[in-house]
């Protein structure tokens, strides 16, 4: 079944199923014969593990080992090995809760996770995973983080793991939905929220609004690590991917490094000595 689910993931099976129209027959197919027989998938990296329940063929794929877990596994293992017992996470765009619940699980119970979630259906299903794990330590809102408080319309992209706050012409007929938009650092002082020490983007194109919204909160010594994945065809004009670079090195980050990833990357910025 493992080689059957790689070869299903191969670029070239992937294209060929795409030329013949047979893309929502072969990803109903793979999802009955891959998904788990009582719908629960357990994954552990780097010594940190949690389970997911499985509910469509979107979930299996952002899930499985040979998917999008796959695609996840370096900054995965980049945030964890980062982690300490205690340490705050901040999780803006958590999805269903892959990023949320493994460090969850690294940071033990004196750590906390603080999850941000926009979508209607993938905050649903985060509530349920936290329930499955009994992640006690992780604070869900179902928010979206941006440069200032009120509402926008939310394009689900492909599908609620790709869901955007930015409107192009390529999204078509895209469904879409209303949802609260925050700014990120007057949100954490009325909620009285602790600083979080490591953070991690992921927002499809909407980077540099959640950026600047954090700007104190990212700006304190304390908060040491952010993981930004940048899309750089969904990012409003006039901004540009080096922007966010930019950006967290004119706030006290010293060190930058980039990791591709199909058609975006991550940026990860660290402080080097944040006790200055």
């Known amino acids: 079944m493992e080689i059957l689910k790689r070869l299903t993931y191969h670029p070239e099976v992937k294209a060929l199923v795409r030329t013949l129209g047979l893309s929502n027959t072969f990803r109903n197919w793979y999802y009955q014969c891959a998904r788990p027989p009582n719908g629960v998938i357990h994954t552990s990296v780097c010594g940190a593990s949690a389970r997911f329940h499985v509910r469509n063929p979107a979930e299996l794929r952002n899930l499985d080992t040979a998917g999008g877990l796959q695609r996840e596994l370096r900054i995965l293992e980049l945030l964890i090995s980062s982690a300490r017992p205690g340490d705050v996470f901040l999780d803006v765009g958590a999805n269903v809760g892959l990023y949320s619940l493994l460090l969850a699980s690294a940071l033990g119970s004196a750590g906390q996770v603080i999850a941000f979630e926009p979508e209607r259906e993938s905050f649903e299903h985060l509530q349920d995973n936290l329930k499955l794990n009994e992640a006690g330590n992780v604070h869900p809102f179902q928010k979206a983080l941006g440069d200032e408080d009120g509402h926008a319309e939310l394009f689900l992209r492909g599908g609620i793991a790709d869901s955007t706050l930015v409107w192009s012409p390529s999204l078509g007929n895209a469904g879409q ?91 990860v910025a660290r402080k080097l000595n944040p006790s200055r």
Do not use: W
Not at 224 to 234: I, Q, S, T, Y
């Open 177 to 267: 939905q209303l949802v609260d938009v925050v700014q990120g650092d007057a949100f954490i002082e009325r909620q009285n929220l602790p600083l979080p020490r490591l953070v991690k983007v992921d927002v499809e194109g909407y980077e540099c609004k959640v950026l600047r919204g954090l700007r104190r909160t990212l700006a304190n010594p304390g908060c040491e690590v952010v993981c930004c994945e940048v899309h750089p065809g969904l990012l409003p004009k006039p901004a540009q991917p080096e922007d966010i670079a930019q950006f967290l090195s004119a706030i006290g980050f010293d060190s930058m490094e980039s990791f591709p990833r199909y058609d975006t990357f991550h940026v």
